[in-house]
């Protein structure tokens, strides 16, 4: 706000803010030039939680378990697999080659029957015949064995009723078998007996035994074959299910891994803002915070850290009110002594200028002679009011606090600052946000405060194409906030940082004692005074006031708002 006054001081008449008076009771005081709003609160501790190391240890196990199931779920499978070619390895393949075997040698041997009858010498015959009819019985019981393989291989009830099937079949396959051995042993009898009738007879019968066993390999062969086929496609079908299974377990285990990853760095990521903070307070920096709520042990050590800032920051905040008391002090007690040596010799100058000013009417001086010595009235006037304002510094402050309605008193503030706003041609607005609570306050030093922020407010925008001052009052933080925004041209960071130190100012003319004084009575009302950061055109200067306790807010009606005084008593 270019040309922020400074000078707005309290009359010779009245005292700065109550409050201790020696620096080292001012150092409770609540620092006023650090923000408008009051401290947050600090927060609970974070209820206890699990461990960090039993955290990540559960993200472990729980990846452990999830990769542990699909391993396990893979060697069943495969052992399933295994179990299906042993299945298909010893027992179908092999009882399907060996009834081919079979087969071939069994339609052989029907062959052989069906002409030994023709044949000049039938011994060669017979002699095969007989070496087939010794080796079948060892060929079927090698299928009966292999069929008990199956059914020891089964893997299931159906498998095994399959298997319990072939057997039957390899049974019945067996008494025919001896059946016809025992018609061929009747046939070879007739035959060397000459009895070639009955020998006839008896070879058809035979046949009809061979042809019986000829349609039991054939069936069991059609059985195995059938069989092998089906555990052929059943093995590709299991093939094909555990890769896609496989895969979709393995993408499974891997998004769990990646989720305990993100868990795991959601965990660790404190760490980190926790290393910035610490680096920001290397360098001086007490302004941040960690915002960690968490049970364990980083959250903790997050709210401590949170807590050894803060304790920091309000160890700084205090030392810089010490010293800030300890500088007003010294300079209100040479302002006083400086005060003191320059009004007496004022107050002389002024009564002997008006003296002059009379002798002067009554013996017609010229104009350019009154003129003279109105200028020297008005500078004694201007030193007059100066005094007054460093006099200011010096005196111990006492307040007269009653609940006050800060919305009320703004109005009638704005109110009265209208025709200097209609004059300068700016506009005054005042807005009441909400219900803001009643403060305990001296109503007078409040305007005095707002009546010093109106006027420097006006001044910085004089010149401006927009020509607006804005006061805002609202509830905020268990109190009340006061905000005076204007559309000037904006405060440098360099005369921002100094704003509240006596004897500042940015403009030609000005005491720099009023935003000191006007940032006194905040602390002595323990509240906050301070200028927004923003940077750009236009400043805003925020008062925050604490509320009256809740026992003590029926006394609102009573604001000191009402006593009569009004804002030309700043």
């Not at 461990?51 to 559960?58: G, M």
């Not at 979709?248 to 903070?277: C, D, K, N, T």
């Amino acid at each position: 706000m270019s040309g922020r006054d400074h000078s707005q001081a309290a009359p010779a008449g009245s005292s700065l803010p109550g409050g201790p008076s020696t620096p080292a009771a001012r150092l409770e005081e609540r620092p006023s030039g650090a923000s408008a709003e009051p401290p947050p609160a600090g927060g609970e501790e974070p209820r206890r939680g699990p461990s960090l190391a039993v955290r990540i240890l559960a993200a472990f196990l729980a990846l452990a378990v999830a990769f542990g199931g699909i391993v396990g779920w893979g060697l069943h499978r495969s052992r399933r697999a295994l179990e299906g070619v042993r299945l298909l390895d010893e027992g179908y393949l092999r009882l399907a080659l060996s009834t081919a075997e079979l087969r071939a040698t069994q339609a052989i041997l029907l062959t052989l029957l069906e002409r030994i009858l023709d044949e000049p010498d039938p011994a060669a015959t017979r002699s095969w015949v007989e070496t087939v009819r010794r080796l079948r019985p060892e060929r079927v019981a090698r299928l009966g064995e292999i069929v008990a393989r199956i059914r020891a291989l089964a893997p299931d009830e159906a498998a095994r009723a399959a298997a319990d099937g072939l057997a039957q079949d390899l049974a019945r396959l067996g008494e025919d078998a001896r059946a016809g051995d025992a018609a061929l042993d009747r046939f070879f009898g007739d035959l060397d007996a000459g009895r070639q009738e009955q020998a006839r007879a008896t070879l058809e019968a035979a046949l009809q035994r061979e042809r019986a066993v000829d349609r039991g390999l054939r069936a069991a062969g059609r059985e195995a074959d059938r069989q092998v086929a089906d555990l052929s496609a059943a093995l590709q079908r299991d093939e094909s299910r555990t890769f896609w299974m496989l895969l979709g377990l393995a993408l499974v285990a891997a998004g769990i891994a990646i989720g305990i990853l993100v868990f795991v760095h959601s965990i660790l990521a404190p760490l980190r803002a926790l290393e910035r903070a610490v680096q920001a307070v290397a360098r001086g920096d007490l302004s941040g915070r960690i915002d960690v709520r968490r049970g364990d042990e980083i959250g903790r050590l997050a709210a401590q850290f949170d807590r050894m800032t803060a304790a920091i920051r309000d160890r700084d905040e205090r030392l810089r009110a010490l010293q800030q008391s300890e500088k007003l002090a010294a300079l209100g007690r040479m302002a006083a002594h400086v005060t003191h040596e320059v009004r007496n010799p004022l107050s002389a100058i002024g009564l002997n200028t008006e003296l002059l000013q009379e002798e002067l009417e009554r013996a017609g001086a010229p104009e350019a002679t009154r003129g003279m010595v109105q200028a020297i009235a008005r500078e004694v006037e201007r030193l007059t009011r100066v005094t007054q304002s460093y006099l200011s510094l010096a005196r111990t402050p006492r307040l007269e606090t009653a609940p006050t309605d800060v919305g009320r008193l703004a109005r009638e503030t704005v109110e009265f600052h209208q025709p200097e706003a209609e004059a300068s041609g700016a506009t005054l607005e005042c807005e009441v946000q909400g219900e803001p609570p009643a403060v305990p306050a001296d109503a007078g030093r409040l305007r005095q405060v707002l009546a010093n922020l109106l006027r420097n407010a006006l001044e910085a925008v004089e010149d401006r194409p927009e020509r607006r001052v804005r006061v805002v009052v609202r509830p905020l933080r268990d109190g009340v906030e006061l905000a005076v925004s204007d559309t000037g041209p904006g405060l440098s960071d360099e005369a921002r940082a100094r704003l509240f130190e006596p004897f500042f100012t940015t403009k030609r003319q000005g005491t720099g004692i009023g935003l000191a004084a006007s940032q006194q009575i905040a602390a002595a009302h323990r509240g906050t005074l301070a200028c927004d950061p923003a940077p750009g055109p236009g400043a805003t200067f925020r008062l925050w006031l604490p509320a009256l306790p809740t026992s003590s807010a029926s006394g609102k009606d009573g604001d000191a708002s009402a006593e009569g005084r009004t804002p030309s008593g700043v």
